[in-house]
């Protein structure tokens, strides 16, 4: 049992090393082209050192008197040269900037269609549909491209039967270029006197 124990802690190093080389590696391959920083050398030898920026700008190795941060950056230098290697960032998220377009559209009045003008680049989190009473009326949610009208997009329809709302949730990203935008529209058979009311919410991306 005690060789057994022996095997797997030496097999357990191993991977976790394998694992930090890898997670380094691609570190300085995503990394090759950035700003270089400065970090302090503590004459030791790993393959790298773990730190955190303080406040004012100076640098401090984690260990025992500098626990690991619960949040924030963690930046990774060499202990030879304090060669900046690449940035960690984990447990925190970046504050969201959403933008929400809205329209509404009486149906014994005409057909609703409605084309956002979010003019950034923006991922579509939902499209939410409501009528004022049941209708029965296709609904359909289109991809409005900026190239051209050829490059047009259903992205969902949906034969309303005596119904009055509808939501749409990408399943995977959905993300609009600067000049792309969603279309709505709805049919009016029978021009019911009834008013829908369109909300699309996405989130402005950098």
Do not use: W
């Not at 930090?20 to 090759?32: D, E, G, K, T, W």
């Not at 923006?122 to 499209?127: C, D, E, G, L, M």
Request: charged share 20%; proline share 4%; hydrophobic share 40%.
């Amino acid at each position: 049992m005690r060789n057994y124990i022996t095997k797997e802690g030496k097999m357990f190093k191993k991977l976790a090393l394998a694992v930090l080389l890898s997670i380094l590696f691609i570190c300085r391959l995503a990394l090759a082209d950035s700003p270089q920083k400065t970090i302090p050398s503590d004459g030791i030898t790993p393959v790298a050192v773990m730190y955190i920026e303080n406040a004012d700008g100076t640098y401090s190795r984690i260990n025992s008197v500098t626990p690991f941060p619960m949040t924030g950056t963690v930046i990774l230098g060499s202990p030879v040269d304090g060669t900046y290697i690449g940035d960690i960032k984990f447990g925190e998220s970046l504050p969201m900037t959403l933008a929400r377009k809205e329209s509404t559209q009486d149906l014994g009045a005409g057909a609703l269609s409605y084309t956002t003008n979010f003019a950034a680049k923006t991922r579509v989190k939902h499209i939410l549909f409501k009528a004022s009473g049941n209708i029965t009326q296709t609904v359909t949610f289109t991809f409005d491209s900026v190239t051209a009208g050829t490059y047009d997009t259903i992205l969902a329809s949906e034969d309303l039967v005596t119904e009055a709302n509808y939501v749409y949730i990408p399943g995977e990203d959905l993300i609009l270029a600067s000049g792309d935008e969603i279309l709505v529209a709805c049919t009016n058979d029978g021009t019911p006197a009834i008013d829908v009311y369109v909300t699309v919410v996405g989130e402005l991306l950098n």
